[in-house]
């Protein structure tokens, strides 16, 4: 990430003793404010703690009602297999249902239509990420010829977050104060604090096209959570 680090001292300047006084305070009150602007930045990485998988069954036939059937009792096996795997109902569901009709690769005007495509896709919810490996083993052979995305989460990032924006004003300060010693200036009131951005999680996995009933090897890793805030001090002359 680019950083950028402003450093503007200006300081008022004692006029010859003929000057008004008048002019002295006018001249006093144009001058620029002081300031120290830098960015702070803090990283938490912590084990993922759920988990989100995205499987279908996909479907093909000659009519739209022999497609759509036979993708109905095909999902009805993995909605029951998921059952029968001990995932709590709630946590998964329905997230796509398409029907489309397949043309004819022929060059012709109207194209013919040759078939049907149906296609079903639920989405599970795992709050125990070591049964992913086990979840798509038990999906593969119920007849989901489709993995379409794993995704790994952790569940309370908003409080993990939260200590990441204290360290990352800590760390803004700290710079600050490295560049006020530096210019022979101390540190007054912080001035702005902006928050530029925040991680989302960081590991995807995707699997596409049509499984085989193989184990699946699983690599959770961690999840990186990021803060960076842009800060501003007023700085002011040692005494």
Do not use: C
Not at 12 to 41: N, R, W
Not at 133 to 150: F, H, K, M, S
Not at 182 to 194: D, E
């Amino acid at each position: 990430m680019k950083r950028r680090i402003f450093l503007h001292a200006f300081f008022p300047v004692a006029l010859a003793a003929s000057a008004p006084f008048g002019t002295a305070a006018h001249a006093e009150a144009d001058q620029p404010p002081s300031f120290i602007s830098v960015t702070g930045e803090a990283r938490i990485s912590v084990p993922p703690d759920l988990a989100q998988i995205d499987a279908g069954v996909t479907s093909e036939a000659k009519t739209a009602r022999e497609a759509s059937d036979a993708n109905n009792a095909a999902m009805g096996k993995v909605l029951q297999a998921l059952k029968g795997a001990g995932i709590d109902e709630k946590d998964y569901q329905t997230s796509r249902l398409s029907l489309q009709p397949q043309y004819s690769s022929k060059t012709s005007s109207p194209a013919a239509i040759t078939g049907y495509r149906a296609s079903n896709r639920v989405t599970i919810r795992l709050r125990d990420v070591t049964k992913v490996a086990n979840v798509i083993d038990t999906l593969v052979p119920a007849g989901a010829n489709e993995i379409g995305g794993i995704n790994f989460m952790v569940s309370q990032a908003s409080k993990l977050l939260d200590d990441a924006r204290e360290q990352a004003v800590a760390d803004a300060r700290r710079k600050a104060e490295i560049y006020a010693k530096a210019a022979g200036v101390t540190l007054g009131a912080p001035l702005s604090i902006s928050e530029e951005g925040a991680a989302q999680p960081l590991f995807q996995t995707r699997m596409t096209g049509k499984m085989a009933a193989a184990p699946v090897p699983i690599a959770q890793g961690e999840e990186t959570l990021s803060i960076t805030v842009g800060m501003t001090w007023a700085i002011k002359p040692v005494q």
